[in-house]
């Protein structure tokens, strides 16, 4: 073991499988969103969500101001959404290319697997990152969601093997 650069630390890190999500809130009449992949379950009782966003992430400054935002975890197909929201492409761009709607003021994406609606509990410092709670106000999931899309070693893949 030694310490690492941030190359290797990046590498390393990559190697924890993920699934991908879009994490989405309002500025104002038009939707924001970006790719995340550090997004977990926190808390049963209450329910609760966290998201890691990146300080210089649009999309944290709208979560910010408008105090909600949304979870869309995205299936294997939906691997071009999962490009696009991660560049910074005006968000108009980017939500262009996908189905939304508005759900309790967060707009999620269509054909998502699950999505998850979060009112922001506490934004907290991480680095050059924060952590972002939000209590859970509602969920949703496909009844036969089919397979999600990972995030792993850097690259976008699908998952092939039945469930053992
Ligand atoms: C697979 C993947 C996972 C990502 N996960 C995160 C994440 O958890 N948090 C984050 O802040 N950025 C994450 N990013 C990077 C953002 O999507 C990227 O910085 C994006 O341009 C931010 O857009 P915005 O500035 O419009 O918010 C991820 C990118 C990829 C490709």
Redesign the pocket.
Known sequence: MAAPDRNEFRQTVGLLP?G?TV?SAFQGPGP????????CSLSLEPMMML????L?????E?VREAGRFGISVLGESQRGA??I?????E?EE?WATVSWRDHLGVPIIEGSLARVVCEVAEIIPGGD?VIVTGEVLEVEAEDDPGEPLI?HGGL?RRLDSEPG
């Not at 998201?51 to 990146?54: H, K, M, P, V, Y």
């Not at 929201?85 to 492409?89: G, P, S």
Request: hydrophobic share 50%.
């Open positions: 993920t991908v994490v924001a969103g970006a790719t995340a992949s550090a997004v998201i890691c966003l990146d210089g992430s649009r999309s944290l709208v999962a490009e929201f991660a560049t910074k492409a968000q980017k990152h995030y976008f």
